[in-house]
C-alpha cells in the first residue's frame, strides 16, 4: 500500500465545523503495509521480494516506482484491473497526527486472482530459493485462505520457514508454520479472550490455546509497553520494553516481524529472536510516520546491551 502524508501547522479552526484548518508545507509518499516490511528487511541487509496484488492504477505505479528508487524487486506485484490500490494518507501537524484518510478495497481475491498470485509466489521460490517467507496480513482480501495455505504449502515444499504477523480475519488459517507473530490486541481478538498486557498467566494461557488449535512452532506476542513474550514447547521468555520516548507506533509491528524473520532465518535462539525482534520495535516507535529500522542505531542499541 502507499502510505501518504500531508505534513502542515494548525493556526485556527475552521469556521465551518468544528475542525482544526491544517495549512499544508509539504507532501510525501512512502511504501506502506507489506512493502514497508520489505523497507525494514532491505534496510536489514536483506533482498527482499514483495509478492501481492494492487490494482492497475496510478497508485500501484506509485508502489512501483518507489520500489525500484529502492533498488527492489518489481517482479512479484500482480496487477488487477478489479481492485484498487490501497492509499493511507495521514495529515500530519506539529508531529501529530490529525486524521488519516483511507482509501482501499478489502474485498478477498477473486479465484483467478488467487490463481495468478499463488503461481507468482511458485515461480520466485523456485528460482530464488529464499531464506524465509513472511506472511504480512493486513486484512486487505489479498491472504484468503487458499493463498494462505497455498504458500505454506509451497514454502514447506522447499525447505523454507514461514513467518507470520496476523489479522483477526483469517487468524486460524496459519496452519503449521514456523513463527506466529500477533501483538495483544490480535491475539485477544482472534482467541476471543480478555488479555491485558501486564497478565503473564493469560498471556501464557492464550498462547498454549493458539499453538493447541493451529500447531505453529512458535510464538511471539508483542505486548506494547511491556515488551515481548515468545513461547515454543518447552521454552519461553517475557522480554521487557526498553525505556523510549514513543513519538508514533507506526509500522512498528512491521520492524519486529521484519527482525523476527531474519532472526528466523539465521537459526537465531527464540531469546535472541525475541530480544531484538523487541530492541528493533521500540525504536521505530521514536520516529514521526512509518519508517524503518535504523541498521547502524539497531546495532549500536543491541552492542550496548549486550545481545
Known amino acids: ?183 495483544l490486541k490480535e491475539l485477544r481478538e482472534g482467541m476471543k479472550l480478555e488479555l491485558h498486557s501486564g497478565d503473564k498467566e493469560g498471556v501464557r494461557s492464550a498462547v498454549q490455546q493458539l499453538e493447541a488449535r493451529i500447531k505453529n512452532k512458535t510464538s511471539l506476542i508483542s505486548l506494547s509497553e511491556h515488551g515481548v513474550y515468545i513461547h515454543q514447547e518447552g521454552e519461553e521468555h517475557f522480554i521487557a520494553a526498553h525505556p523510549r520516548t514513543i513519538v508514533d507506533v507506526s509500522g512498528a509491528g512491521d520492524s519486529v516481524i521484519a527482525v523476527a524473520s531474519l532472526c528466523l532465518a539465521q537459526g537465531l535462539s527464540l531469546n535472541s529472536i525475541a530480544a531484538w525482534s523487541n530492541l528493533a520495535g521500540g525504536l521505530v516507535c521514536e520516529h514521526v510516520g512509518v519508517v524503518p529500522i535504523d541498521r547502524q542505531q539497531l546495532l549500536a542499541e543491541a552492542e550496548k546491551l549486550n545481545l
Open 1 to 183: 500500500m502507499v502510505d501518504a502524508y500531508l505534513w502542515g501547522h494548525v493556526e485556527r479552526m475552521s469556521p465551518e465545523a468544528p475542525v482544526p484548518v491544517v495549512q499544508v508545507t509539504d507532501r510525501s509518499v512512502r511504501l506502506g503495509g507489506a512493502a514497508n516490511v520489505v523497507l525494514n528487511l532491505h534496510a536489514l541487509g536483506a533482498k527482499p521480494i514483495i509478492v501481492s496484488v494492487t490494482g492497475n492504477d496510478v497508485h500501484a505505479d506509485t508502489i512501483e516506482q518507489l520500489l525500484r528508487a529502492d533498488g527492489l524487486a518489481t517482479d512479484g506485484i500482480v496487477r488487477s484491473a478489479k481492485r484498487r490500490t490501497t492509499v493511507k494518507t495521514r495529515i500530519i501537524s506539529a508531529n501529530q497526527h490529525v486524521v488519516r484518510v483511507d482509501e482501499e478495497m478489502e474485498a478477498d481475491l477473486t479465484s483467478e486472482e488467487e490463481d495468478l498470485l499463488l503461481n507468482r509466489v511458485k515461480e520466485l521460490i523456485a528460482s530464488t530459493k529464499p531464506g524465509v517467507v513472511v506472511l504480512e496480513d493486513y486484512n486487505k482480501g489479498v491472504l484468503t485462505e487458499r493463498v494462505i495455505q497455498g504458500v505454506i504449502d509451497e514454502a514447506k515444499k522447499h525447505g523454507v520457514p514461514v513467518a507470520v504477523d496476523p489479522k483477526k480475519k483469517n487468524f486460524f488459517a496459519y496452519l503449521g508454520v514456523d513463527l506466529f507473530k500477533p501483538n
